[in-house]
């Protein structure tokens, strides 16, 4: 059999923004001159983007069909998403991993909650004598992570409150480790924090309870914040859903609101590294990782920082390679430079995953 024709693709690559011909050989990126190569494309080159909070297999409902869960990967990818961090998911998804048309996808398993505290249908719920036994089940079934679920409304508080004692929390961050599975867990509300940070947490999901004392100490363990803007933009949603029940929730709520772009931008002048996630799925759309980076961008954060939070930085975080030479050819071609345009994001000429080009679709 033949070789492939090697590929060119030319223009600016970010990260540096320097002018450059990449080419694409057996599906791997080369920096070589290939004499004869065809050119596919000329743009702004911008290594995959990374959706670091996706569920893929998940709805409203729990867990979805393997032909849903398909069109939701495909929805991510053509949007430029060719990394996806799993953040929680009812269904099994490891067979995503063997499509090579399909985004890479890092599994953390299903959610693990306190019991009658979280979505029906989504999560693993447990009472906290059962939570470290859980966190190392899930640590072995997943691809290095596990997801907890940090707090929810309490219907007995009538607020938001933690889903677990800070010790059994303790507990399953390091049952997950010992497994050599990192953790991060859904946290909206302040209480939750303090005692998930001092016990070691890798990654906080939303963050909107942070406060300047919280954002040093994440700074210290190197804890890293997945803000996922566009779902905390539905906070007016559940504070006014549960203002007439909760009032006390609707209050917390409203305020964790009216505060998230300063925590946000607070966390990330502080060195958090923050990293961008579309919480696809469930009420969320897939594909949308371009309207994270926007949101990003609308709280404060420059636009340079926001796309490497989508791309560069978050790949490098992950543990998979950008556009070094012999890496795997995941990139995205845009006709303008993003970081000047971020609409452009919206519109990629070209899409290429593992040396193929599978986008845009028509």
């Known amino acids: 059999m033949s070789p492939e024709p090697a590929l060119r693709f030319r223009g600016p690559v970010l990260p540096d923004g320097e002018p450059r011909d990449l080419y694409v050989v057996d599906g791997r990126v080369t920096w070589e001159v290939q004499p004869g190569a065809d050119t596919v494309a000329e743009g702004w080159i911008v290594p995959g983007l990374v ?36 953040a929680g998911s009812a269904a099994d998804t490891r067979w995503v991993q063997d499509r090579d048309d399909l985004p890479r996808l890092i599994r953390c398993g299903r959610h693990i909650a306190a019991t009658r505290r979280y979505i029906r249908g989504y999560a693993h719920e447990v009472e906290p004598d059962e939570l470290a036994t859980y966190a190392a089940q899930e640590a072995r079934n997943g691809d290095g992570w596990i997801k907890l679920v940090g707090d929810w409304i309490s219907r007995d508080e009538g607020d938001l409150a933690p889903s677990f004692p800070a010790e059994a929390f303790a507990a399953a961050i390091d049952a997950a480790h010992a497994e050599g599975a990192k953790v991060t867990a859904h946290c909206f509300g302040h209480g939750v924090l303090p005692g998930l940070i001092e016990a070691g947490i890798d990654c906080i999901e939303h963050g909107t309870g942070l406060t300047e004392d919280l954002i040093d100490a994440m700074v210290a363990h190197g804890t890293r914040l997945v803000p996922t803007v566009m779902q905390l933009d539905k906070f007016p949603e559940h504070a006014a859903a549960g203002r007439e029940k909760f009032p006390d929730y609707a209050a917390t709520m409203t305020d964790l609101y009216a505060r998230m772009p300063a925590t946000v931008m607070a966390a990330h002048e502080a060195g958090v590294p923050i990293y961008a996630g579309s919480d696809g799925g469930g009420i969320s759309r897939h594909g949308n990782i371009a309207g994270e980076v926007e949101a990003l961008v609308r709280i404060g954060m420059p636009a340079f920082d926001a796309l490497g939070a989508a791309s560069w930085r978050a790949r490098e975080w992950l543990g998979v390679d950008g556009l070094t030479e012999g890496a795997s050819a995941d990139f995205v071609v845009y006709d303008r430079n993003p970081v000047e345009d971020l609409s452009v994001l919206r519109t990629p000429r070209a899409i290429v995953l593992r040396g193929a080009l599978v986008g845009p679709r028509a």
Do not use: K, N
Request: with cysteine; net charge negative; aromatic share 2%.
């Open 51 to 86: 959706d670091a909070h996706c569920h893929l297999g998940l709805d409203d409902f729990g867990a979805t069909d393997d032909a849903a869960t398909e069109q939701q990967a495909l929805d991510d990818r053509d949007g430029g998403a060719l990394l996806i961090r799993d």
